[in-house]
């Protein structure tokens, strides 16, 4: 059987987009040790669920639908480089939600109930509402240029929006990289 590689995530409009990839180029200017995030790609991620069967597809995205359409739409803004797993030490660096860390917390924890039920194990980790920039690649080294750099966009405006759809999204890889596509979109309520 074949199956596809699922996650649900929010869009920023392009405007954020634009904002956030510019604070991409100036990290990938002093750092070729990270697979960066392509602009088109930039989202904020509710839940990764793995490896779905093809088949079994529509009715999670009908559980999904089911479970949060009811939900209110919110403004979403986006504040603070970082890294996990420290700012000194990042393995992957991020810009963080701000406004809107409440309702997207909210959405995921939703979605993990829905997810667990269907039979996928929760995140042993804290949901911290963010977008991903860059991962760094296997055996790669920050360094301290990078790092200064980070520390000065820790108060980084990333831009404001009003998130009204959750995305649904299938992830293929291929040699330039992932290739998100959406499977299914739910509006949000207002």
Known sequence: M???RTFIAINAPQRVNNNVARVIGRLAALS???RWVKPEN???TLNFVGDVVDVEVPELCKLIKHAIEGLKSFDMSLQGVNGFS???EPRVLWIGVDEGAEPLAQLYKTLADVLHHWGINRD???Y???MTLGRLVR???WNDELLALVH???NHDGGFCHVDEVIIYSSFDDRGGPTYTPMARIRLKG
Do not use: C, F, M, W
């Open 2 to 4: 074949a199956t596809i």
């Open 32 to 34: 070729d040790q990270y």
């Open 42 to 44: 930039l989202h904020v």
């Open 86 to 88: 420290s700012a000194e």
């Open 124 to 126: 042993r980790n804290e």
């Open 128 to 130: 911290v509402p963010h």
């Open 139 to 141: 055996g790669g080294r």
């Open 152 to 154: 000065k966009l820790r």
